[in-house]
């Protein structure tokens, strides 16, 4: 029985890439006779503030585990809240479990950990499986958050999370893309079952919208007809405006949901905001008529990390459960939304963006050196759009 368990566990390491024996042969995935062990990236060592962040030249180079993936040379990396929240800890629990499903490893060995959920760069290696995708293509993607992030010259991803980078887009502004537009793409079309065949004429009110998520989601329906109601600040409205929404409710000249309540009801409301929104907000969806409330707001990562995997997804289920049947019986949908890395996502939003229906919302752009100080800068938030990051300038890919 030993030696079945021990076979066990050398089939799994093997799978997971778990030792540099594993990454030795992992090599034989791909047609690349490239060999690199150290590429330059910011790292963190532990979680905590600003001052976690290091530099290093001698980052480990990432290899190919596994047939469907490729390694993405790194020309520019977009920011998230995400980002800020991961280098604090948030959600520390339940990402050790997604990279290390048999806790094979010890407590902290997601250490040196790389931040940055947005990439836009060129395919320098594939995998054998890999065949939509060439070496030197460009191409965008959204990195989930249990994978080493952006912020490094080289990162390695799944196929099915890659996509060819609009045409019309520089490596900086497609960096401000992928995380947010595939975030919204769930939030709005897996979970609120929109689509741009079903979405004309409909009522949306999307709560918080001059950030990342928001002003991605404005240009995404009105591309497909919707009418398009937000809450902003008063000095975001011309942004939002400019991206093509219909009404503005400005937040800081009062609640809210004064204003919002003396206007039709919706069909469908995208929340950036939380707190206290859930207590008013389903309100003012149209009932018994399929109309829908998701939160991009939710307890889940908080619930796992308080209380454990196990606990932290049944006090989740409980929550979401009893909360979806206390809105039900009022004739409307309650759903939480969450970020779902997908290439063919980011096909659809690269056709949008190449005629000219979606365009990068760049808030502010930050060299490589200066990390921390983009860190810095998410950590104000009131977010106008997106930072990002050029890692090596344009031209300097090939």
């Known amino acids: 029985m030993a030696s079945v368990g021990h076979l066990v566990c050398r089939w799994?390491?093997?799978?997971?890439?778990?030792?540099?024996?594993?990454?030795?042969?992992?090599?034989?995935?791909?047609?690349?006779?490239?060999?690199?062990?150290?590429?330059?990236?910011?790292?963190?060592?532990?979680?905590?503030?600003?001052d976690v962040l290091r530099f290093t030249k001698n980052a480990s180079f990432p290899v190919i585990n596994y047939p469907n993936e490729v390694i993405v040379k790194v020309c520019a990396a977009g920011l998230n809240p995400l980002d800020v929240s991961m280098r604090g800890g948030y959600g520390a629990a339940t990402l050790s479990m997604k990279r290390d499903p048999l806790n094979i490893?010890?407590?902290?060995?997601?250490?040196?950990?790389?931040?940055?959920?947005?990439?836009?760069?060129?395919i320098m290696e594939c995998g054998l499986d890999v065949k939509y995708f060439r070496e030197k293509d460009e191409v965008w993607a959204a990195i989930p958050p249990w994978k080493q992030g952006s912020l490094?010259?080289?990162?390695?991803?799944?196929?099915?999370?890659v996509s060819h980078k609009p045409k019309s887009l520089s490596h900086l502004e497609a960096a401000a893309i992928p995380y947010v537009a595939a975030t919204a793409w769930s939030a709005l079309v897996n979970t609120?079952?929109?689509?741009?065949?079903?979405?004309?004429?409909?009522?949306?009110?999307?709560?918080?919208?001059?950030?990342?998520?928001?002003?991605?989601?404005?240009?995404?329906?009105?591309?497909w007809g919707a009418h398009v109601t937000v809450t902003c600040s008063q000095n975001a409205e011309r942004l939002v405006r400019g991206l093509g929404a219909d009404h503005v409710v400005d937040y800081t000249a009062g609640p809210v949901e004064g204003p919002l309540s003396a206007l039709e009801k919706f069909d469908l409301i995208l929340d950036n905001v939380g707190g206290?929104?859930?207590?008013?907000?389903?309100?003012?969806?149209?009932?018994w008529s399929g109309a829908k409330y998701v939160t991009l707001v939710t307890p889940f990562l908080q619930n796992t990390d308080l209380l454990g995997v196990?606990?932290?997804?049944?006090?989740?289920?409980?929550?979401?459960?009893?909360?979806?049947?206390?809105?039900?019986?009022?004739?409307?949908?309650?759903?939480?939304?969450?970020?779902?890395?997908?290439?063919?996502?980011l096909d659809e939003i690269r056709e949008m963006v190449?005629?000219?229906?979606?365009?990068?919302?760049?808030?502010?752009?930050?060299?490589?050196?200066q990390v921390p100080q983009a860190m810095e800068k998410m950590e104000k938030g009131h977010a106008r759009g997106k930072t990002v990051v050029q890692v090596i300038n344009e031209g300097d890919d090939s």
């Open 276 to 287: 206290d929104t859930e207590r008013w907000a389903l309100d003012l969806l149209k009932p």
């Open 310 to 345: 196990a606990d932290g997804m049944m006090q989740t289920a409980a929550t979401v459960a009893t909360k979806a049947l206390k809105h039900l019986v009022k004739g409307v949908h309650y759903r939480w939304g969450f970020f779902a890395p997908s290439g063919p996502a």
């Open 12 to 50: 799994w390491l093997c799978r997971l890439g778990r030792s540099p024996a594993v990454s030795r042969l992992s090599r034989s995935f791909t047609t690349s006779s490239t060999r690199r062990d150290i590429m330059p990236a910011w790292v963190i060592d532990k979680y905590g503030g600003n």
């Open 152 to 161: 490094a010259e080289f990162v390695v991803l799944s196929a099915n999370e």
């Open 192 to 223: 609120g079952g929109l689509s741009k065949d079903n979405c004309a004429k409909k009522r949306i009110l999307i709560l918080g919208g001059s950030g990342g998520v928001g002003t991605l989601a404005i240009q995404m329906l009105k591309a």
């Open 354 to 369: 190449d005629v000219g229906q979606i365009r990068p919302v760049v808030e502010e752009t930050f060299r490589f050196s």
């Open 105 to 122: 490893k010890q407590t902290g060995s997601e250490f040196p950990l790389t931040l940055g959920r947005d990439v836009s760069g060129v």
